[in-house]
């Protein structure tokens, strides 16, 4: 009887041990996205913009979802538009911005408080130090305040240095003297003492430039004023900076005990007119055929290239993980990319893992498959 009885149960016995092992080989080969993949390591995140903050593009809004677990306020949060008048500010965009991190459970950025460019015109027309400090005390504390333990980190201070490591002559600068500094600082940290504040500028990994802002951060530091982090815009190229750089910048910045993070990262693949490094919005320069190459799409022998730039990068954050707490591309797809219009305006850009359908690029793939975890 009981030979009969298993006899009869075989079958259902066999049918289950497939079906578990079928369910288990499907999970195994599903493909990790981004930020599952990196969960352990550091945050990936993205830059927003208009369209995407209102979800009006359905392929964006379940890409963005799935791949990141950041987010980055690309231009709403920006002087010019965040208060475009003196007792005026627009707080509709970026109030969607944050429920949107929020309802994703996103680790989000506010860009940026303090920043030369793409001030509001009613600011630039300031001429008194006591008018500039009461606007800057105004502007911070307003939208600091705002979004008090919702705001996670901000880029504080934004592009202050040029290349040799000196200050920038900004009306800041010009107007208050290198205290702006220390006191934009403060102000975001009276307004939020939780969120994280960063230093965040571009060409960072320059040797001269690199000085500058380590020299930045200890000054701040001596004077008892708070600095969480330096984000480097890695806005870089098939060629530059060199990986030894990188490491070194990782190393020498995360020795003054500041957390280390990549922002607005991107890698160009079509020609960089004079070898212009760096991310100045204010560099304009003429187009040709020449410099815009790839209009009908990207040639396999640069997509290959385009991948292995980006795996060697990540594998020098994964050899620093300790160091590092975020990635951040600027930009969802190449489409969105600020690339396809600087520094030449009406370009065909290639610089991010997505294409602009959506859809997952070489350069993706190399990045994944250097973690070979299976979702579980």
């Excluded at 006591?130 to 502007?139: F, K, S």
């Excluded at 806005?235 to 020498?252: M, R, V, Y």
């Excluded at 290239?305 to 954050?317: G, H, M």
Aim: hydrophobic share 40%; aromatic share 10%; glycine share 6%.
């Amino acid at each position: 009887m009981t030979k009969l009885f298993l006899l009869a149960a075989l079958p259902l016995l066999l049918f289950n041990g497939c079906s578990q092992s079928t369910h288990q080989e499907n999970i195994t080969d599903e493909p990790l996205s981004l930020k599952a993949a990196f969960r352990d390591n550091f945050h990936i995140g993205t830059a927003l913009n208009k369209s995407q903050i209102n979800e009006a593009i359905p392929e964006a809004a379940t890409l963005i979802q799935k791949e990141f677990n950041s987010i980055t306020a690309e231009n709403m949060m920006k002087w010019m538009h965040i208060q475009p008048a003196t007792d005026t500010f627009n707080f509709e965009l970026s109030d969607k911005f944050v429920e949107l991190g929020e309802k994703n459970d996103m680790f989000i950025i506010g860009h940026t408080l303090v920043w030369h460019s793409q001030l509001a015109p009613w600011a630039n027309e300031i001429k008194d130090r006591e008018e500039m400090i009461g606007h800057l005390q105004n502007h911070i504390s307003t939208i600091v305040g705002r979004y008090k333990g919702r705001v996670n980190g901000w880029d504080v201070l934004n592009e202050a240095l040029n290349e040799d490591g000196s200050l920038r002559n900004s009306i800041f600068l010009q107007l208050f003297g290198e205290e702006y500094i220390k006191a934009a600082f403060e102000l975001a940290a009276e307004a939020d003492p939780e969120a994280e504040l960063y230093y965040n500028d571009y060409n960072l990994c320059n040797p001269a430039k690199r000085e500058g802002a380590i020299e930045l951060v200890k000054k701040l530091q001596a004077s008892g004023t708070r600095i969480d982090g330096v984000g480097i815009q890695a806005h870089w190229n098939l060629n530059h900076p060199s990986l030894e750089e990188i490491e070194k910048s990782i190393l020498d910045y995360a020795a003054l005990g500041v957390k280390v993070m990549f922002t607005e990262m991107d890698v160009t693949v079509i020609p960089n007119p004079w070898d212009l490094q760096g991310a100045d919005v204010d560099q304009n320069l003429e187009g040709s055929e020449f410099m815009n190459p790839y209009t009908e799409g990207l040639p396999d022998s640069v997509q290959t290239q385009l991948a292995k730039r980006y795996e060697d990068i990540f594998k020098l954050f994964l050899k620093h993980e300790n160091k590092i707490t975020r990635v951040t591309f600027w930009g969802v797809n190449d489409g969105q990319s600020w690339k396809n219009n600087w520094p030449i305006k009406g370009r065909t850009s290639y610089p991010l893992l997505f294409d602009r359908e959506y859809k997952p690029k070489m350069a993706y793939h190399s990045v994944m498959d250097l973690k070979e975890e299976k979702i579980h």
